[in-house]
């Protein structure tokens, strides 16, 4: 499966913003989703997954009560809601999926990635 994240851009510290990334090739029927990022300098870090069809979802501390992952099944789109967005939420973001029905925080447990969305968030 093939991944395009889309939605990404410059916000101001406080605001909101919603990625989406939609499969090409195929749906994604039975596999989990997931958002990772990576910063400037850092290692690439989980942010929040979902399970299939959507009952269980995981949230890195960093940004949970701020961010919401959900997935359309019919439009085949996961989605990461992001509010109170902060600098130090500025980074690439990236979809990925999991030739498994139950979400992970892993990156090693990821199949497919996307290309990634650019996310910058000014002070």
């Known amino acids: 499966v093939q991944l395009q994240a889309s939605g990404g851009g410059l916000v101001q510290a406080g605001g909101s913003l919603r990625i989406s990334c939609s499969p090409s090739g195929r749906g994604f029927s039975n596999i989990a989703m997931g958002w990772f990022r990576q910063a400037p300098g850092k290692e690439r870090e989980f942010v929040a997954s979902?399970?299939?069809?959507?009952?269980?979802?995981y949230y890195a501390d960093s940004v949970k009560g701020r961010f919401t992952i959900s997935r359309d099944n019919v439009k085949n789109t996961l989605y990461l809601q992001m509010n109170s967005l902060k600098p130090e939420d500025t980074a690439v973001y990236y979809c990925?999926?999991?030739?498994?029905?139950?979400?992970?925080?892993?990156?090693?447990?990821?199949?497919?990635w996307g290309q990634g969305t650019q996310v910058t968030v000014s002070s």
């Open positions: 990925a999926a999991r030739a498994s029905q139950s979400a992970s925080t892993l990156q090693t447990q990821y199949h497919a």
């Open positions: 979902i399970s299939w069809p959507g009952r269980t979802t």
